[in-house]
C-alpha cells in the first residue's frame, strides 16, 4: 500500500504518525503525572460504572442506584450511549480498573489529532494537514478531557470524522460519502444529543448544493445520509421507547440539567449561567423510574424559568460567556476544576491562554479559506451548535468541545502562510550566469509548482 502512495504522501503520513506519538505522549504525560490517583464522581463515576454493569450482562441501569444505593438494576439513559460501549470494551477484556479506563480514553482521544490533520490536508494540503495536527496534539483544550473518562473524548473524535466525511461529500459527492458522513454523524448524535439537529441541517445544505448532481441524484444522496443517520441511532431510540415509563428517545439528561440550571442560584448572583446540585435535591428520593423523575424535574425547571422571562437574556448571556471564555474566566476555573476534574490550575490557565490565541488566528484562517473558495458552514456550524448548547444548558468550557475541532484546524491556515514567507525571506537567492530565459519565474522567486498542495479551488461545477 506505501507503495502506492506518492512521496508527498509517505512524508505527510509519516510527519503524521509522529504528531500523533507526540499527541499520545502528552496525554499520557496529563494522565499519569496528574490526575492518576483522581476521586471517581461525577459524570466519569456514571460512565465507569455503567460500562462495568454492561460487561456483567446488566444494559444500561442507572449506575448511581446500582453502585452506590444498591438499589438492584433501575433502567438508565442520562447520556447517550456511545462513550459507555467503548468503556465497554476494556473492561470485558479485563481491564476493569478506573485507571485502565483512563489509558484507554487516552489513545482514543490521540486518534482525534490525526483525523484532525487528515481535514487540514483535505481543505488545504499537506502543510495545513501537518500545522493542524500538530496543534491539535498540543492543545490543552483538547487533551485535558481524555484523562477525566468523559464523553468528550469521543465526540471530539467522532466530530472530527463527522467533518473530514462532509468535506469529501463536498468535494466529491458520491455515494461513499454521503454514507460515511451519515454514519459518523450518527455516532455524534449517540454521543451528544445536540448534534440531532445539526446533523440532518448540514447534510440537507451539502446534499442540495452538490452542483455537479442532477436534483434528482441530489436526492438520492440524501436519502442515503438520513438512512445511514437513522440506522444506529433508531436501536437506541426504540430501546429507551420500551422500557421506560414515559418516553425517553436519546437521553434523560436534559431534563436534569433544566433543573439545576433554572433557579435561584443560577439566575442571580455569583453562579449566575452555571449549574446548582441544590436544585436537584432528593432525586434519589422521588417515585418511579428515571423517566418519571427526569419528567418531574422538567417541569421543576420549566416552572422556574416561565417566572423568570425577564432574567433570560442575562442567564443566556452569561451561559454563552462563560462557554467562551468571555465572562468571569478566571472564576470559571475553580468551577470547571470542581465540576469535572479539569486541573490543576497550570494546566487550565494553559488552556485558556492557548485557546485566546487559537480563537483569533480561527477567524482568520475562516476568512482566508473562504477567499480561496472552500466553503466554511461546516466549520462554523460547530460553533453555532456549540453556542446553542451553552445557551440552553449552562456554561461549561466542555460544551465548546465540537468548536475546538474548527479552532485547531482555522489557525493552521494563516500559520501555514505564515511559514511559507518565513521560509521565502530565509531561502538565499539562486545564482545566474546570465540573463533568465523569457517569461521564467526571478532568481530565488517561488514558482506556482512548489504551491501546488496549498491550492485550492471549489470543486467542479462551483
Known sequence: M???????????YAWLAGIWALGLGVRLFYAIHYKWDQTIYGDAAGFFYQARAISEGHWFVDPYRWHWLHAGFHPGAEHPPLYTLFLTIPDTLGFNTFREAMIASVILGSLTVIVIGLIGRHLV?????????LLAAVYANLWINDALVVSETVAALVIALFILFAYKFWKQPTWRNGAWFGFFGALAVLTRAEFVFLVPCLGLALALTARTLPFRQRLERLGVMALLVALPVMPWVTFNMLRFDHAVTLDTGGEFTLANTNCAGTYYGPNTGWWDASCLANRYKQPGDESTVALHYEHQGLNYLEGHLSRLPVVFAARVGRMWGLYAPIQQLPKEDFEQGRGPRTITKLALAQYYALAILAIAGLVM?????????????LAVIATVAAMLAFGATRYRVPAEIAIVVGPAVPLTALLDRLGDAF???QLSSGPPEPGAAPS???????????TVGAPAGH
Open 125 to 133: 494540503g499537506t502543510k495545513v494537514g501537518v500545522v493542524a495536527a
Open 369 to 381: 479559506l473562504r477567499r480561496r473558495k472552500v466553503i466554511i458552514y461546516p466549520l462554523v456550524s
Open 427 to 429: 531561502r538565499p537567492p
Open 2 to 12: 506505501l507503495a502506492r502512495l506518492s512521496a508527498e504522501s509517505r512524508r505527510f
Open 444 to 454: 530565488g522567486s517561488t514558482g506556482d509548482a512548489e504551491r501546488t498542495d496549498q
